[in-house]
């Protein structure tokens, strides 16, 4: 994936990688990079979650960035989220197309002005179904998407939320257990809250670990594990979705 004329995306890691991701996938990097990356691209990795941050001299050569999810709470006040809200005003300013997932969404959401705090009903963990708003067909990057539908369902781990959209935003999607499911800001911004990317059995491996640590009840744990074995998030539509977004041709 190696040459001067590919697509070079950067993917900005805001978690640890899992015992369990490591032995599954190799790491996160590697999930991200098979669910939204192709052939002819480079993609690299930036640990922001340890300090490990592109240069501003070097911002110019990508063509997107990823923020994923992190464990960490998009409000705090960390040094490492602090940097991840200078760069991402730069890339706003810059007109860069950055996607956000989860806690990616969320400091999104800060960085530009907005408000995030906990989710007013608490954890929201397995398959949501997600509901489009009429913004979401008017957005230039879903110009070659083909048919829309009026829903899709995604996996979820949350505890925070956006509560307020920053200036200028338009919120494209909702939930009956968020306001804020997606949102973006013109055409280079584009928040999710959901996780595109996870696979059932890194959210089922999470759950685990999440209430083992008991940092989630266990029977809300295990009502979550039962709803993933009976449904299923549609995850082609949702990497399409993120595909289109970060690969678009519209000039901007």
């Known amino acids: 994936m190696k040459g001067e004329n590919m697509k070079r995306y950067a993917l900005l890691l805001a978690a640890k990688d899992s015992d369990y991701v490591i032995k599954m996938y190799n790491g996160y990097f590697n999930v991200f990079v098979q ?3 192709d052939e002819d691209e480079n993609w690299d990795l930036f640990r922001v979650v340890d300090g490990e941050f592109p240069k501003m001299e070097e911002l110019n050569k990508y063509d997107g960035f990823v923020i994923s999810g992190s464990p960490n ?10 940097r991840l809200c200078f760069l991402i005003q730069k890339l706003h ?3 860069k197309r950055v996607l956000g997932i989860c806690f990616g969404h969320q400091v999104l959401c800060r960085a530009l002005g907005g408000r995030v705090g906990k989710a007013r009903s608490g954890w929201d963990v397995g398959v949501r179904r997600v509901i489009m708003a009429e913004s979401l067909f008017q957005c230039r990057f879903l110009d070659e998407f083909g048919e829309i539908p009026p829903c899709a369902k995604i996996l979820e781990c949350h505890q925070d939320e956006v509560l307020e959209v920053p200036p200028g935003a338009e919120i494209l999607a909702f939930s009956d257990k968020a306001g804020v499911e ?3 800001i ?6 999710i809250q959901g996780h595109p990317e996870y696979t059932k059995d890194i959210l089922l491996n999470l759950i685990d670990r999440l209430t083992s640590n008991e940092l989630l009840d266990r029977d809300f744990g295990s009502d979550a594990k039962a709803q993933l074995e ?6 082609d539509f949702w990497e399409k979705l993120c595909k289109s977004f970060l690969k678009r041709n519209v000039e901007i």
Do not use: K, P, T
């Not at 009976?230 to 995850?235: G, K, Q």
């Open 35 to 37: 669910a939204f990356g």
């Open 93 to 95: 300013a810059m007109q």
């Open 73 to 82: 709470d998009a409000y705090a006040n960390d040094l490492w989220i602090l």
């Open 182 to 184: 997606m949102f973006c």
């Open 186 to 191: 013109d055409d280079h911004i584009f928040g």
């Open 230 to 235: 009976d449904d299923d998030a549609e995850r």
